[in-house]
């Protein structure tokens, strides 16, 4: 089993930063991947960037890109995600999740982060 926690959401003015944190424990050898989605009120969760663990390669939906930043800690399973240059549409519950070894997709998820942009 995997357990996964994110932290960090908060109310923030467009325009701003902000950083996520995201702590997944238990069976996580062999992790394939770590990403982070997100879901505005009224619409489906969307993916929001990963990061392969073997490699570290890194994976950005167009909507971010070169404003979100994924992370890792050289030790244990801790990503970031750096936000910068928020803008209203970007409010949205994150959520952390974990690509175990051996399944097709994210199979474990956090319970997310409220971020919510002003204007």
Known sequence: ?????????????A????????TASG???GTIAMG???QAPGKEREF???????????????????RFYISRQKVGYTVFLQM???KPEDTAVYYCAVHPLGATQYHYWGQGTQVTVSS
């Open 84 to 86: 910068n240059s928020l």
């Open 48 to 66: 929001v960037a990963s990061m392969r663990w073997s490699g570290g390669t890194t994976y950005y939906s167009d909507s971010v890109k070169e």
């Open 27 to 29: 069976s996580m050898s």
């Open 36 to 38: 982070w989605f997100r």
């Open 1 to 13: 089993q995997v357990q996964v926690q994110e932290s960090g959401g908060r109310s923030v003015q």
């Open 15 to 22: 325009g701003g930063s902000l950083r996520l944190s995201c």
